[in-house]
C-alpha cells in the first residue's frame, strides 16, 4: 500500500516554465524595485509590463529574495491541505532566497529545500522533472535526493544583448563587462557552480546564435528530458530566429520547443534581448 501523501514542487518566482505547467507549481515572489515602486514578482507586475519600464527608464531596478514569511504562507496552506513540498530555488550564490526558504521550513518536517544551483529556465527544467517524478508517485525524501543529483546535469546557455546589466546588477565585475562589451559582441554565458560565466563572444547576432549551437553540441542534449528555451524583452523575435538558426539541433528529436518569456527578476541582470536554452546533458 502506497503512505506517501502527495508531493506538491514549489519554486520561486525566479523560476520560468512551460505555460502548461505553470498552474502546477507554487510560486513564492520575489520583489523588483523601481525607484520607490516596490512590486511582487508576477504578481503587481506583469513581465511586459516589467520589460517596458525596464527599456524606457534610466535607473535600472533592483531586487530582493523572497522573505521566509512568504514561504511559511505557502508551507501553512500545504499542511492544512495535508501535502508535502518540496522547494526548488534559484542558486544560493545568487540570492538569499534559499536560505529564506531554509529558515520558514525549520518549523516543517513535511517540507523539503533543495538550492537549484542554477537560474530561471535552468530551474524551470528541474522543477519540471521534479513534477513528473512526484505524479509517477515518488515520495519526498526520494525525490529530493534526486533532484539534488540531476541539477548536476542542468546546462543553460544564454546569449546576451549586452554585459551592462549583469555589471550594474554586480553579478559580474567592470573589468569581465568591459571586455565582453566591444562594438557589436554578443556574450554568451552559462551557470557553473552556481554562478555565472562567460563562455564566448561573438561579433553580431547570426554568429552568437552558432557560438550557441556550439556549445550546446559539446554538452550533448538528453532528448528524453525537459527541454526549454527563454528570452527576455517584450518580443520573442530574437529567439524565433536562433529556432530557425538552431534547427539541426532539434529536428528528428524534440515535436515542439517549449518556450517561456523570463521573469522580471532576471530580466533585470540580464537585460532585453537575450536568448537561454536549458536541457540536461547526456
Known amino acids: 500500500m502506497d503512505n506517501h501523501k502527495p508531493v506538491r514542487i514549489i519554486v520561486d518566482s525566479s523560476t520560468d516554465m512551460a505555460s502548461r505547467l505553470c498552474d502546477q507549481v507554487e510560486v513564492v515572489p520575489l520583489t523588483v524595485m523601481f525607484g520607490e515602486e516596490e512590486y511582487r514578482d508576477g504578481i503587481d507586475l506583469s513581465r511586459d509590463e516589467f520589460y517596458r519600464k525596464l527599456e524606457a527608464g534610466t535607473d535600472l531596478p533592483t531586487t530582493s529574495q523572497a522573505t521566509p514569511a512568504a514561504f511559511e504562507d505557502v508551507f501553512s496552506a500545504m499542511r492544512q491541505r495535508g501535502e508535502e513540498g518540496l522547494v526548488i530555488t534559484l542558486s544560493s550564490e545568487l540570492s538569499g532566497t534559499y536560505a529564506s526558504a531554509c529558515m520558514a521550513a525549520e518549523s516543517y518536517p513535511e517540507i523539503r529545500v533543495v538550492d537549484g544551483r542554477n537560474v530561471t529556465v535552468g530551474t524551470g527544467i528541474l522543477a519540471a522533472y521534479a513534477l513528473e517524478r512526484a505524479a509517477q508517485g515518488v515520495g519526498l525524501a526520494e525525490l529530493a535526493a534526486e533532484v539534488e543529483e540531476m541539477r548536476a546535469h542542468v546546462c543553460v546557455l544564454a546569449k546576451l544583448d549586452t554585459l551592462e546589466y549583469l555589471v550594474r546588477g554586480g553579478r559580474i565585475s567592470k573589468t569581465v563587462g568591459f571586455a565582453g562589451g566591444l562594438l557589436n559582441v554578443k556574450p554568451v554565458i552559462t551557470i557553473e557552480d552556481g554562478l555565472v560565466n562567460i563562455v564566448g563572444k561573438a561579433r553580431g547576432p547570426k554568429k552568437a546564435d552558432n557560438l550557441l ?62 536568448v537561454a536554452v536549458a536541457f540536461f546533458k547526456v
Open 213 to 274: 549551437v556550439k556549445r550546446i553540441e559539446e554538452n550533448g542534449i538528453n532528448y528524453d528530458l525537459p527541454i526549454l528555451l527563454g528570452y527576455t524583452g517584450t518580443s520573442d523575435e530574437l529567439l524565433q530566429d536562433y529556432m530557425a538558426n538552431s534547427r539541426a539541433l532539434w529536428e528528428g528529436h524534440v515535436r515542439d520547443l517549449e518556450c517561456a518569456q523570463i521573469c522580471s527578476v532576471i530580466g533585470t541582470h540580464a537585460g532585453p534581448g537575450v
